[in-house]
């Protein structure tokens, strides 16, 4: 299978995540995520609904690969566990985010990037519940975590709105 590149916003802060630490790649899809975290020497474990894209990566001894209906009501998959990075893209519920915050190990990092309100404008999503409303990546780690980097903004290439966050969990 071949992966899309990595989000430029991942890439960017993925030197934040402690060295060799595990990373949970959420709603992992193709692995784009999973792949790029595996090249820098971590080990991650890839949760999605779907892990068909996640096929030729079963054998790699680096990779935990979940398949997990993440909105279907069951409990959080990963309750007793933390990761040094916690990475999400292009995925959003809500009821999750505490248990995603709650994820993130001491020295450990956030990275999530997800279509935001504006968005609409653009295409898909377009349902209010698929959009971040403005700041609530800032209140989802409020008091948990210390935010390195925050954006709120239309990006080109393609156009679209997104709220971004690179956050770390203090020792």
Sequence with gaps: MVAGKPSPWIVRFASLVPAGGRVLDVAAGGGRHTRFFLGRGHPVTAVDRDTGGLDDLREDAGVEIVACDLEGGA?????????????????????????????????????????????????????????????????????????????????????????????????
């Design 75 to 171: 409990p959080f998959p990963f309750e007793k566990r933390t990761f040094a990075g916690v990475v999400v893209t292009n995925y959003l519920h809500r009821p999750m985010l505490p248990d995603l915050v709650g994820a993130v190990a001491g020295n450990g990092v956030l990275l999530y990037e997800t279509f935001a309100r504006g968005q609409e404008r653009f295409g898909r999503p377009q349902r209010p519940e698929f959009l971040l409303r403005p700041g609530e990546l800032l209140e989802a780690v409020r008091g948990e975590l210390r935010v390195a980097a925050y954006e709120d903004l239309v990006v080109d290439d393609p156009p679209r709105a997104v709220q971004r966050i690179a956050a770390v969990r203090e020792p």
